[in-house]
């Protein structure tokens, strides 16, 4: 077996790079009140007035959003209350689109063979058109106290709403709804 040779070591070295760049950041914001005990919390009931998907937008992201809330909700071990809640859920979705430009992309390939022999190979696309509109989505999750109506923890995430199917829409919602509520109770972060 023969060593790697330093070019293709920096190569390696330079797809670890590329591939650590790829790397999809998070945009989850949470805020919360640090004097509450969240422990207290474990009957919830909606604070309907308030929760509202922006006018114009389909009213059934506001059901997908207000399940996928709910199954988040029972996992983090909440019941919806009976009587009186420990806290009140509010969620907003409002919508904006924006133009994205055309992305391009390359990739870089190599390979070796065991006589010691090795091919390098690059690839790139430069895309031929106009920039796409993109519908985003800012979706924000709210738990208030319902004796004095203060906002007590707030987790938000803008989410991209395209032309997908009903089914794709609805895993995007409980994904983003999913990562929002990793955060919850604060300081039990992933």
């Avoid at 796409?132 to 319902?146: C, G, H, M, R």
């Avoid at 709403?161 to 929002?180: G, K, L, R, Y």
Wanted: glycine share 8%; aromatic share 8%.
């Amino acid at each position: 077996m023969h060593p790697l040779c330093s070019a293709q070591r920096l190569l390696i070295v330079l797809i670890g790079f590329v591939l650590a760049a790829c790397t999809p950041v998070s945009n989850v914001m949470v805020d919360y009140d640090t004097e509450t005990d969240f422990s207290a919390f474990r009957a919830y009931d909606w604070l309907a007035a308030d929760s509202k998907v922006e006018e114009g937008f389909d009213p059934l992201i506001a059901q997908r959003v207000q399940e996928a809330l709910k199954t988040e909700l029972f996992s983090a071990g909440f019941n919806e209350a009976d009587s009186k809640p420990d806290v009140l859920v509010r969620y907003q979705v409002t919508t904006h689109t924006r133009q994205e430009p055309p992305k391009s992309s390359g990739s870089v390939g190599f390979g070796g063979s065991s006589g010691g022999n090795s091919a390098m190979g690059l690839s790139l696309s430069f895309p031929i058109g106009d920039k796409s509109v993109v519908k985003e989505a800012n979706l924000v999750i709210d738990l208030v106290d319902p004796a004095d109506k203060k906002l007590k923890w707030r987790g938000s995430k803008i989410i991209k709403i395209s032309e997908e199917s009903p089914e794709e829409i609805t895993a995007v919602i409980d994904a983003a709804v999913a990562e929002i509520f990793g955060n919850y109770p604060p300081g039990s972060a992933p």
